[in-house]
């Protein structure tokens, strides 16, 4: 049983272990994509765009830093190594040929919808299994994913 939490029966707290792991590779991912994006938009509206992605990556960030705590109090590993996060997440990879402001915005988007709906069944899962906790970090990730992709689509035309 994990040393910081009492009351957490053994498959709540593995279960949790892996959606939160699982969930830290698409997020690191997908604010590794939203890096690429930052660095690399161009376009008319480029200085909001730019702004943007950058806002989103620093919320995103902080839902990953809450879940990699949340596996360590879970007596886990939080694992977010370059090539375990390559290996692992189940987003698309990140074209690098894109210039475009709206191609940018499609493309993050698009991964923004894939982790916001993996975080929504990890909702369930971490929920059934017991651990209403890690299931509130969650629905506090997917919150903020589903209102920061309301603010990317918004550019789009």
């Known amino acids: 049983m994990a040393v910081n939490v009492k009351g ?75 090539q375990k996060v390559a290996a692992d997440t189940t987003l698309k990879e990140y074209p690098t040929d894109l210039v475009k402001a709206q191609d940018h915005i499609k493309a993050v988007c698009e991964r923004m919808r894939d982790h916001g709906e993996k975080l929504r069944e990890a909702i369930d899962t971490t929920d059934e299994a017991g651990d209403a906790d890690t299931a509130d970090i969650f629905t506090a990730a997917s919150r903020t994913a589903d209102k920061d992709l309301w603010f990317m689509e918004s550019h789009l035309e």
Do not use: C
């Open 8 to 82: 957490l029966k053994d498959n709540a707290r593995k279960t949790s272990i892996s959606e939160l792991n699982a969930r830290l590779a698409d997020g690191i991912a997908l604010g590794l994509a939203i890096k690429q994006a930052h660095w690399n938009v161009k376009g008319p509206n480029f200085i909001a765009v730019h702004e943007l992605f950058d806002t989103v990556y620093a919320r995103l960030q902080e839902h990953i830093d809450v879940m990699a705590e949340r596996v360590q109090i879970l007596d886990g590993v939080a694992v977010g190594t370059a």
